[in-house]
């Protein structure tokens, strides 16, 4: 069993940065594959980044946003770069238990956090 709690999320304006932070509870944090999702009000939850040894990232992301891990924290964490007026929505961490590899569709992670709302005014 994973436990995962997202901080850092906020309000900010355009152009500005944030660095979101996911904590994992679990001795084994370094077997699980991380990902970051988004979800804004009314559309589906979407893909951002996803890391287990290199990151991989949604195209529109590219760029501006850069998802690292600390093993010996058992945190992920993702920066956010020049962020735009598209990028606002609740951010969720995520763990996979399948290990080695990336994987970028909600159905491919097992553990979830609670979400954290980023806000961007332009």
């Known amino acids: 069993q994973v436990q995962l709690v997202e901080s850092g999320g906020g309000s900010v304006q355009a152009g500005d940065s944030l660095r979101l932070s996911c904590a994992a509870s679990g001795r084994t944090f370094r077997n699980y594959a991380m990902g970051w999702f988004r979800q804004a009000p009314g559309k589906e939850r979407e893909f951002v980044a996803a890391?287990?040894?290199?990151?991989s990232y949604q195209n529109s992301v590219k760029g501006r946003f850069t998802i690292s891990r600390d093993n010996a924290k058992n945190t992920v964490y993702l920066q956010m770069n020049s962020l735009k007026p598209e990028d606002p929505a609740v951010y969720y961490c995520a763990a996979s238990s399948r290990g080695g590899g990336i994987w970028v569709t909600v159905r491919e992670y097992d553990y979830w956090g609670q979400g954290t709302q980023v806000t961007v005014s332009s």
């Open positions: 890391i287990m040894w290199s990151g």
